[in-house]
């Protein structure tokens, strides 16, 4: 019970948690490229609209896997 | 010419900047080199300093000159008043001067009693006042040559060709559609943010230069300040929403949506700010990473340091194209979702419309 409560298992636990938000990131940013481009293939005429909405959503998603990135930041720098 | 005399200043200020390039190169003995530490090394080029550090090379005697720009220190303490000094005397946290001392890049005082207050000029403020001097001189230039009619009746000549985009682009995709009717009182402040917060991610890609986006406190004071701005162009509507929400039983509005209502006033403001820090944090920590690997794999081994560097250096490469897209990415996101907040704010009753 008492190796549970070492420094290291928060480090394991930081690194672990972005780990995940990876995942997290690269399912959400598939999914935005898959829209986007099947929204294209419908209408190439928009695909500069689309480009740019995906873009921007794109980064909307990539924050939020960054606010994970940063917990796990905080987990290992803080001891 | 305008642009004249613009160019002449920078290269001026620039000048005066490298000139004071200090030579300290006898405070550094380490015997030996110490061993390498990643993570430290990595910290540090994030963290404010107090002297702009650009390399370090290894003279054939074994020490080490440093190519920086020491910063004054001004800092306040209880006991000894006010003390404006170089940062050079510290000699890179190697030595203590008037009773303080570096440590980690902060200044702490001999003295365990003692309460100071730093208020050095550090990389971040330098780095914001020539962010903050080119803005300012740059755009009242621009102004004046429409003032005079150049780029209204005529073509736009110069830098007008190069801002009056950028500036069409905030006002017609973030502050018309977001702000319908009163996008002229919020554009001054829109397009300060926009700028002020791309020429600091631009400044903050080049090597040696402060990350002054990727600093929690400069985020902190941006989504302050657009906070209040949010909660000045409140209306009672808003109000109205937040205290009680239409359209949801009594129990559900008291119980739920009174603290979720009053949280949301203040996590969209604080989205904003980690959002911006995260980004750039990250971004150069990735930078740093793998310029930093090379060095791992030199310590190792000289030749696999040595064979690792052009994979290195070209992830680098695809890596910095990918942080010049963010830096435009997220001063626009900034932008934009505080004009989308405003806009929520004083927005007036919906148009209930069948949303089904």
């Known amino acids: 019970m008492n190796i ?3 420094v290291s298992v928060s480090h394991l636990g930081g690194a672990i948690g972005a780990g995940l938000a990876a995942i997290g990131a690269g399912i959400g940013i598939g999914q935005i490229g898959k829209g986007a481009v099947d929204a294209i293939a419908r209408q190439p005429e928009a695909s500069n609209d689309i480009r740019a909405n995906m873009i921007l959503t794109a980064a909307f998603v990539e924050g939020v896997a960054l606010f994970a990135v940063i917990a796990g930041l905080l987990a290992v720098l803080k001891a | 010419m305008q642009g004249n005399w613009l160019k002449s200043l920078l290269v001026a200020t620039l000048g005066v900047f490298f000139l004071s390039l200090s030579m300290t190169g006898l405070a550094n003995d380490h015997g030996g080199a110490e061993k390498l530490d990643p993570a430290k090394l990595i910290m540090e080029h994030i963290q404010d300093a107090h002297d702009f550090h650009f390399f370090t090379l290894q003279k054939k005697d074994g020490t080490e000159f440093h190519a920086t720009v020491p ?8 006991t000894k008043g006010l003390s404006v000094f170089s940062s050079s005397q510290f000699h890179h946290g190697h030595s203590a001067y008037n009773g303080y001392h570096l440590e980690e890049g902060k200044i702490h005082a001999e003295d365990p009693n003692e ?16 962010a903050l001097t080119i803005l300012v001189v740059l755009m009242v230039a621009i102004a004046n040559k429409y003032k005079k009619g150049q780029g209204v009746q005529s073509a736009p000549k110069g830098w007008q060709n190069a801002i009056e985009p950028v500036i069409t682009f905030v006002r017609d995709e973030v502050a018309k559609p977001n702000l319908a009717g009163k996008y002229q009182k919020y554009l001054p402040y829109l397009l300060t943010v926009f700028f002020f917060i791309l020429i600091n991610n631009i400044f903050g890609l080049l090597p040696g230069s402060a990350n002054v986006t990727g600093n929690i406190a400069f985020t902190i004071v941006l989504g302050v300040v657009s906070f209040f701005v949010i ?7 808003f109000w109205g929403h937040i205290f009680w929400y239409p359209g949801v039983p009594v129990v559900v509005k008291l119980l739920i949506m009174l603290p979720v209502e009053l949280l ?6 604080f989205a904003l700010i980690v959002r911006l820090f995260a980004n750039m944090v990250a971004g150069h920590i990735i ?4 310029i930093t690997l090379i060095f791992i794999f030199g310590s190792m081994n000289a030749i696999a340091g040595w064979g690792f560097s052009p994979m290195s250096v070209l992830f680098a490469v695809f890596i910095y194209l990918i942080e010049i897209m963010v830096a435009f990415i997220q001063a626009f996101i900034f932008t934009n979702l505080t004009a989308v907040f405003i806009g929520q704010a004083f927005e007036g009753e919906h148009h209930e419309e069948a949303h089904h």
């Open chain 1, 4 to 6: 549970l409560l070492d």
């Open chain 2, 71 to 78: 910063l004054p220190v001004i800092v306040y303490s209880n």
């Open chain 2, 231 to 237: 909660l000045f162009s409140t209306n009672k509507h």
């Open chain 2, 264 to 269: 949301g006033v203040f996590t969209k403001p």
């Open chain 2, 115 to 130: 309460k100071i207050i730093d208020l050095s000029i550090t990389k971040n403020v330098v780095q914001m006042l020539i």
């Open chain 2, 287 to 290: 930078i740093l990473s793998f």
